[in-house]
């Protein structure tokens, strides 16, 4: 029998790359390593994320992490274009994981909002010290120089490259008052950027983690207790070992961490094959503990009798009851959305190598600061023995800011005194994660005789992300209330409360979070309410957020109502809302701001059949100064499919404590024929730049739904729209 040949998909597109000429590969360092021959090539360091080579290429420090997100493009061309620095001569370096280099975090819609104003102080400073060094070198006053496009230029016409200036400049101080460049003379920020990584994206040199080998490296699967928080009792190892290739089986003992319980079965071998068959061949019994009673449907009852009853004071204005009772029309509605699971395209997995007090890991994590805290904290070393290299992502959406599989990794390195990689099935990545929360809502509000609203009640009950952190938390933190509660609406008298709701499952951050629900209930039920007024959806929307204002929230990025409203009469431009569709076909309209940004979306939908199917998204995004448009564009095309994927087939469910579904065959996501064509439109802006990758996820799902409601005149208040048999 011949032996079965592994050839992976990245191998294949490399053969393909090098096949067509090879020159595909060359990074930008390669291009420019001769330029100075055999010398040795010194180095300029001005700070922590800027290294210049006397050659002239330029290394930039990316500290967060990429998952499609653009990050290491973004954050890198702000140094670049601050630096004057040929973006061609750029190559990226990956930071580890260590708090030098400040929040590492990549969740939240944060990284560039964050670091923007830090990126360009660093591009600056690199900036200056060339022009320094350079007029020190002429002998002429430093205002008689300028940088362009990798060269210092002197009044009179004469250059010098950056490089050139290497050994001169490190003698140089580093200035304490950093100028920076006038925005108008950006030349990378506000443009269409090409990612630095496209074109190891497109040819299969990128390593992810699933790609790291190291020599003598084993294979890990790892058996988990169905229901969450169970044990093991026992196990049977007898028939894992007969699987070729399987090594041993060894039990992962319990174990606490402030982002939940590991422990179970560890299966070792050869392969990656071998380790999966063998996991399938365990006997193992449980100890399921008392989350085996967890029945997602009764749950779900649960906590929408909890919305129908007075609840947790979130915030108040004015009376509400007084203000229903005497309205011209009150109109309630029930809203109930199941937990959603991440399912990023490659799975959680982590390589690991325990030797003696030391330990480095190689995994695709948002957050490898709390990654190389928990791995020093389990094994009982100092910080500095620990290091976390981030590989590039396979998507994230929040799910690997969560270290547990990167621990389980270091655990089994331990335990058998080798390198190990711990990969995941999908089965384990649908079964074992961490869920968007469940929820359910109640929404009540009154209209005078004009059809204004003139009061307004939303409770909402779900399991709070805090309940992983601090076991016992049921009710939501201040945050998640926040966004039921800071809505940009005119409204005098206003109530938000919450109920209680204990957390069974492990619930996470997921793509824009708590919005998706809020932003689900609110702008289906505002649609609701422009229809019982009898009218338009978006007229009715400005009318209820009301006069320009900064809403006076507790951020320290306050909201702009005008900017809020500028989306949503500019998406109804780029879409022509009142010109008529083609028969069978309707519009359906969203409005959110969250992530400190802006979005407007509008879908266009038909029934065929009585099958829902999207034909055009339009999507306007406000996040302040657009640092790189081709990201932003990306971002919002990805969040349309996201939010799709919700709205037709996100739901996960538990029966007698475990998750019942396993792979894309039940957890189904949008595919190419069901996908729309996606019009983006970005808002020109001189303000600080702010999220881009989850804030165009809330606003589609209840679109679609508001679409639905003008074409059949049936309004849905659950999801997914698969439960109805509408896709």
Not at 343 to 363: F, K, L, S
Request: glycine letters at 8%.
């Amino acid at each position: 029998m011949s032996e079965i040949q592994n050839i992976s998909r990245r191998n294949f597109i490399k053969n393909i790359g090098l096949a067509s000429g090879g020159l595909i590969l060359a990074s930008n360092y390669t291009l420019f390593a001769n330029e100075i021959g055999n010398q040795a090539v010194r180095e300029f360091i001005p700070n922590l994320f800027v290294q210049l080579n006397s050659d002239g290429s330029v290394i930039l420090v990316a500290s967060r992490s990429e998952m499609g997100n653009g990050v290491r493009t973004s954050l890198t061309s702000v140094v670049a274009d601050e630096m004057e620095a040929d973006w061609n001569r750029i190559t990226v370096k990956q930071a580890v994981g260590d708090a030098k280099y400040g929040d590492q975090n990549t969740d939240g819609s944060r990284s560039v909002t964050d670091f923007y104003e830090t990126m360009r102080k660093m591009g600056a400073m690199a900036r200056m010290m060339l022009i320094s060094a350079a007029a020190k070198k002429w002998q002429v006053p430093e205002s008689e120089c300028t940088a362009q496009n990798h060269f210092i230029i002197h009044s009179s016409g004469k250059t010098i490259g950056f490089g050139d200036l290497v050994e001169l400049v490190q003698t140089l101080p580093v200035p304490t008052n950093i100028i920076l460049k006038d925005p108008k003379n950006f030349k990378y920020i506000g443009k269409t950027l090409k990612g630095i990584d496209v074109k190891d994206f497109s040819n299969g040199s990128a390593i992810y983690g699933l790609d790291k080998r190291l020599p003598n490296m084993k294979f890990v699967a790892i058996a988990r207790c169905p229901v969450t928080f169970g044990t093991v009792k026992s196990f049977n190892k007898t028939a894992a070992m007969k699987i070729r290739g399987v090594e041993d089986v060894i039990e992962i003992p319990r174990i606490e961490r402030p982002f939940g319980a590991l422990g179970g079965i560890a299966v070792i071998a050869s392969n990656t094959w071998a380790a999966f068959k063998g996991k399938e061949a365990l006997e193992i019994e449980w100890n399921y503990g008392k989350n085996e009673s967890y029945d997602s449907e009764k749950y779900m009852n649960e906590i929408t009798e909890r919305v129908h009853k007075s609840g947790k004071v979130e915030k108040e204005i004015g009376d509400v009851n007084k203000a229903f009772s005497e309205a011209t029309k009150v109109v309630e509605s029930t809203f109930q959305l199941p937990h959603l699971a991440h399912t990023p395209m490659e799975v959680p997995n982590a390589v690991a190598w325990v030797q003696g007090d030391t330990c480095e890991v190689w995994a695709p994590t948002q957050s490898p600061q709390t990654a190389r805290e928990e791995v020093f904290t389990y094994l009982g070393t100092t910080i500095d023995k620990v290091t976390i290299n981030v590989t590039f992502l396979g998507g994230g959406f929040g799910r690997k800011s969560k270290p547990d599989y990167i621990v389980e990794a270091v655990m089994v390195s331990k335990a058998i005194n080798a390198p190990v990689q711990v990969i995941w099935t999908r089965e384990d990545d649908i079964q074992h994660g961490y869920y968007h929360t469940v929820s359910a809502q109640y929404l009540k509000a009154s209209l005078d005789s004009q059809g204004n609203v003139t009061g307004w009640l939303h409770r909402s009950a779900f399991p709070s992300i805090a309940s992983t952190f601090e076991p016992g938390t049921d009710y939501p933190a201040g945050w998640e209330a926040s966004t039921a509660s800071d809505v940009p609406f005119a409204i005098r008298n206003f109530k938000t409360e919450s109920g209680q709701a204990p957390a069974l499952v492990r619930i996470g951050w997921m793509r824009s979070v708590i919005n998706i629900l809020h932003g689900f209930s609110i702008n289906v039920f505002v649609d609701e309410l422009a229809h019982a007024a009898q009218q338009d959806p978006i007229e009715f929307r400005l009318k209820l957020i009301g006069e320009d204002r900064i809403e006076d929230t507790k951020d320290s990025i306050k909201y702009n109502t005008a900017r809020l409203k500028y989306v949503l009469k500019k998406v109804a431009k780029n879409a022509n809302w009142d010109k008529p569709l083609p028969k069978g076909h309707a519009y359906g309209v969203a409005v959110q701001y969250s992530f400190y940004s802006y979005v407007a979306s509008i879908v266009e939908v038909s029934m065929v059949e009585n099958k829902v199917k999207v034909h055009n998204v339009y999507t306007v995004i406000d996040c302040g100064t657009a640092v790189n448009r081709d990201t932003i564009k990306s971002q919002m095309e990805g969040a349309a499919i996201f939010g799709m994927s919700i709205a037709y087939y996100g739901k996960i469910t538990a029966k007698d404590g475990a998750i019942e579904q396993s792979n894309f065959a039940d957890c189904r996501l949008i595919r190419m024929n069901e996908s729309p064509t996606v019009h983006v439109e970005i808002v020109e802006s001189t303000d600080k730049p702010t999220g881009v990758g989850e804030p165009g996820v809330p606003v589609i799902a209840p679109a679609i739904i508001n679409a639905i409601f003008k074409l059949t005149g049936k309004r849905y208040y659950n999801l997914p729209l698969s439960d109805y048999d509408l896709v």
